[in-house]
């Protein structure tokens, strides 16, 4: 119940602060993402790499590299909403490509929390500034606020759909590893790209710094 209830409850959280707060994309929310993609980083690399890994296959390589090549496919549509980036604010037609790669993304990061909780925080945590800037943008935007909540609600039951989909009995025990290698390769995309994108031209920023080793530093103590 918890792997269903926590990532809805984060993308609400978001929604929530972008109708009230009506946050622009400043310094802070930039330092909430940068933290959020490190402490994903952390707990996929501490937590999510060994279990994968124990099995010694080499093919898990393999799947890893194509959750990683999918998530770039998937970047064409979204232009990079999972990780920060948000375009065409005054957009009035609903946005499929967007809605379309951001809800494949979702239902993938949804598989493997149900058996592992550190996954489950580390996109919880990554949900709430990703959703604070998507419904922004849509906020912001010329599309009617019912396109902007259906967009919201559906995008925020993808993750869980995700793990309900991975508990079901023809997801052998078997594909367990290969599916959770191809998560692997999306989370380690998105949480990388968050980190080496959200400075103002890569420049040296030591309160992005602070907040990436705090990041770190939790998850590994979790």
Do not use: D, R
């Amino acid at each position: 119940m918890t792997a269903i209830l926590l990532p809805i409850f984060a993308v609400l959280i978001g929604f929530s602060i972008a109708i009230i707060a009506k946050p622009t994309i400043n310094s802070s929310i930039k330092l909430l993402l940068s933290f959020s993609g490190a402490f994903l980083l952390a707990i996929t690399i501490f937590e999510f790499l060994p279990e994968i890994y124990v099995t010694q296959n080499k093919e898990i390589g393999i799947y890893i590299i194509a959750g990683l090549l999918v998530q770039i496919l998937l970047e064409f549509g979204s232009k990079g909403a999972e990780h920060g980036h948000t375009h065409q604010k005054n957009t009035t037609h609903f946005p499929w490509f967007l809605f379309i790669s951001l809800c494949v993304h979702a239902l993938i990061e949804g598989f493997p929390i149900s058996e592992n909780e550190h996954i489950l925080y580390g996109i919880v945590v990554h949900k709430v500034p990703i959703a604070i800037i998507i419904s922004s943008f849509l906020l912001l935007s010329k599309m009617k606020l019912w396109q902007s909540i259906i967009f919201i609600i559906v995008f925020a039951l993808m993750t869980p759909l995700g793990s309900f989909i991975n508990q079901q009995e023809f997801i052998l025990e078997s594909y367990k590893a290969p599916i959770n290698a191809f998560v692997v390769g999306v989370l380690l995309h998105v949480s990388t790209t968050i980190l080496f994108e959200s400075s103002k031209n890569h420049q040296f920023n030591a309160s992005k710094l602070g907040v990436i080793l705090l990041g770190f530093i939790i998850a590994y103590y979790l």
